[in-house]
């Protein structure tokens, strides 16, 4: 295991330690139930996850589910492989570099299938810089030469996509910009306002804050396909390690269930979905900005939860222009990625 991988871990083990981080039970049901784990980052792209929590969707599947933040999506790795989680949110890479080191962790539900982390700028810089969201693509992604760029911690999705975005325009992230880890979304909002750094890559809300707080504006918004590359993209999925899977098949089935559940909860209710979200998870967001970003979230959703190689194949080719990997791993179902334990496939059989 790398020297940052197991840092990462040992941070996440300080942090469960301490007790400082934010636990969301589902309603106690009579019925014993299966006691399930997952760690995650605080933004809108796992929305369903909480929507599940607060509907009861986990406890309908017989599921005493908590959910554990973390303040980056790295901590995620560490937390699923030591067992301190048994369900986290990974991307494809992850698993790649898992299965590397004979951690045989697989994903089972496609979120989000597209990028949604949206570039937001200082009003500043982009003043200096000339450029706003209706740029030629290549002239914003030009326009990071020089920056600050904040980023939760080096080698997550902060960085790494930060870092394919510079080379779009020929530049070399080591040389024509500055990387500077700054922590999770509320942290990287202070320091853009702070002016600390200039920019950075956040799934919202938090660069939806930026624009409605008038600190930033939001440059280059994946979240509306303002990148080809990153459509059909399994940017957001659930993880878990297969033996877990193969172990509680039911429970797992029952989790994309849940989460099903939400998704369409959302869709039919979405006022209300965000009226529960700003209450019990983003309370510091104004309604109007959560509702942006819920809006923003939900046009990336996977329609159904279910993969496809395509969306799996786009993610490793990104990642692999980016150098973060040298060849592209099999990317057939079964290896990385699986349907196996998802309700539509079952009721397929």
Do not use: C
């Amino acid at each position: 295991m790398s020297k940052r991988r197991s840092l990462l871990i040992t941070m996440l083990l300080i942090v469960l330690a301490a007790g400082s981080f934010r636990v969301n039970a589902a309603p106690a049901a009579q019925a014993k139930k299966v006691k399930v784990t997952q760690a995650g980052f605080l933004v809108t792209t796992i929305a369903p996850v909480f929507i599940a929590i607060q509907n009861g969707y986990f406890a309908d599947e017989g599921i005493d589910f908590r959910f554990v933040e973390i303040d980056s999506g790295a901590l995620g790795v560490g937390a699923l492989v030591t067992g301190l989680a048994d369900i986290t949110d990974l991307g494809v890479q992850d698993i790649v570099d898992l299965q590397s080191k004979g951690k045989d962790a697989v994903l089972v539900y496609n979120i989000v299938n597209s990028l949604t982390m949206n570039l937001v700028v200082r009003n500043d810089v982009l003043t200096q810089k000339g450029v706003t969201r209706a740029s030629a693509l290549k002239d914003r992604f030009a326009a990071l030469k020089g920056l600050k760029i904040g980023i939760t911690r080096p080698g997550a999705p902060t960085d790494l996509y930060a870092r394919w975005m510079m080379m779009q325009a020929g530049l070399d992230p080591e040389k024509d910009a500055t990387l500077v880890t700054i922590g999770g979304g509320s942290a990287l909002l202070a320091a853009l306002e702070s002016g600390k750094i200039d920019a950075y890559l956040l799934s919202p809300p938090t660069p939806f804050i930026a624009e409605s707080e008038g600190i930033g504006k939001i440059l280059i918004m994946n979240s509306a396909g303002d990148v080809p590359q990153f459509k059909d993209f399994a940017f957001t999925s659930i993880a878990v390690m297969r033996k877990w899977a193969e172990a509680n098949p039911t429970v797992l089935e029952g989790y994309n269930r849940a989460l099903d559940k939400a998704a369409e909860f959302m869709s039919k209710n979405e006022d209300q979905a965000v009226k529960i979200l700003q209450e019990k998870y983003f309370p510091d967001t104004k309604l109007e900005t959560l509702k942006i970003s819920i809006d923003a979230t939900m046009k990336a959703m996977s329609p159904d939860g279910r993969f496809t190689e395509t969306a799996i194949k786009n993610q490793l080719q990104v990642l692999k222009d980016v150098g973060s990997l040298t060849t592209l791993p099999d990317t057939t179902e079964g290896v990385l990625w699986s349907n196996k334990w998802h309700p539509k496939a079952q009721s397929a059989k």
